[in-house]
């Protein structure tokens, strides 16, 4: 996927990958990691909603982890 910055410039981004480094720092012990993960994931949504959406399993498994 393709992230547009303020700089003029566009970046190629692997959500996959992100996704799958977020759902490691999930299950970290600390609360700041886990606070970090979920405003990634809604600077994410907020910068790729479509995207997120075709996403949907991967974020509805973070989610859960969130939630457990």
Do not use: R
Request: glycine letters at 2%; hydrophobic letters at 45%.
């Amino acid at each position: 996927f393709i992230l547009e910055f303020g700089d003029g410039f566009s970046h190629e981004i692997d959500l996959n990958s992100v996704v799958d480094v977020l759902t490691q720092y999930l299950v970290h012990n600390s609360i700041q990691t886990k606070v970090a993960v979920l405003k990634w994931i809604y600077d994410l949504y907020t910068k790729l909603p479509s995207q997120v959406m075709l996403k949907n399993n991967y974020f509805i498994k973070l989610l859960k982890l969130i939630l457990n």
